[in-house]
């Protein structure tokens, strides 16, 4: 497999001999590979000190959510909790990961009613009955955390409500799936069947990631499946798990600023994300 020597420099970037550094772990994934019949990358699973700044990282996205949670009312505009995210981001010595990132203009991504994902802060002032999505990345020392959650404001319809409660719960049916040796395709599978058991529309264009040392990384998580298919999950693997639930129709329209993701046909969608470590024997929930 590896043509690295035990006493090579490990090629993690580590500096450390190879067989005190990644050389177990490889070894590992050549054997789990030989089973799955298919290739998994070598740095798929972070190493301890990884994690922990991961999980930092992971923490300030959680306070920016509940900082949130705190001031989020009918009356604020979009542009105003992408300032209290950007300003609360720096004073803890992080950085918002979506400012700039392949060009996308602002802090934070803001979502209101048929927005999928990716709505651009603006001057939209929130009204009583919205569901907005709020979707927070931090870098913090170099780490990232991905979380986003829905926020109801003021009294929104049984049907808005309905729809929030159950995307979240396609979120915590596919986090239960989280173990070693479960797949990517368990975890998808367990959302489209919860979802679709409503009568709701799971969104296929976009999905989870890896997340932790970069934005996106490998693997993909798409939020529909079939048990048993798609990558192996294995301990210490970090990624998100972000359903994107529609009431009508799953197909997406991107708006003229190139980024805002609505539905096509206009009805309400919902979404809840976390970013999820598999841990020797299940999940821990970093965010
Ligand atoms: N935070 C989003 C996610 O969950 C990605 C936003 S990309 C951005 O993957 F550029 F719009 F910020
Ligand atoms: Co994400
Ligand atoms: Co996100």
Redesign the pocket.
């Known amino acids: 497999m590896s043509t690295l020597l035990r006493n090579d420099v490990c090629w993690c970037g580590s500096g450390k001999k190879y067989k005190k550094c990644h050389m177990e772990q490889d070894i590992f994934i050549s054997n789990i590979e030989k089973k799955v019949g298919y290739k998994i990358p070598r740095d798929i699973m972070k190493t301890e000190e990884q994690i922990d700044g991961i999980r930092k990282s992971c923490k300030l996205t959680h306070e920016i959510l509940d900082m949130v949670g705190e001031r989020i009312k009918a009356g604020v505009t979009t542009n105003e909790i992408n300032t209290w995210v950007h300003e609360y981001t720096i004073e803890h010595n992080a950085y918002p990961a ?1 400012l700039g ?2 060009g ?1 203009p602002k802090s934070v ?1 803001t979502s209101i009613n048929d927005v999928i994902c ?1 709505g651009i802060p603006d001057d939209t002032v929130l009204k009583d009955g919205d569901i907005v999505n709020v ?1 927070v ?1 931090c870098i913090l020392e170099g780490y990232y955390g ?1 979380a ?1 959650r829905m926020y109801i404001i003021g009294e929104a319809s049984k049907e808005a409500l309905d729809l929030v409660r159950v995307s979240k719960e396609c979120l915590e049916k596919g986090i239960e799936q989280v173990k070693p040796y479960n797949t990517l395709g368990d975890i998808g599978y367990a959302i489209q069947q919860h979802a679709e058991s409503h009568g709701y529309s799971v969104v296929y264009d976009y999905g989870g ?1 890896g997340v932790g040392l970069e934005f ?1 990384e490998e693997p993909f998580v798409p939020h529909i499946g079939r048990k048993g298919e798609g990558m192996i999950l294995l301990p210490n693997m970090t990624f ?1 798990i ?1 359903p994107m639930i529609n009431i009508g129709a799953p197909e997406a329209d991107i708006l003229e600023d190139d ?1 805002t993701a609505v539905t096509a046909d206009g009805s309400l969608s919902s979404q809840w ?1 976390h970013t999820i470590r598999v841990t020797e024997t299940g999940y821990e929930i970093l965010t």
Do not use: I, V
């Open positions: 979506p990132y392949s996308f991504c990716h979707d990345t991905d986003n990631h996106h998100t972000e980024w994300e």
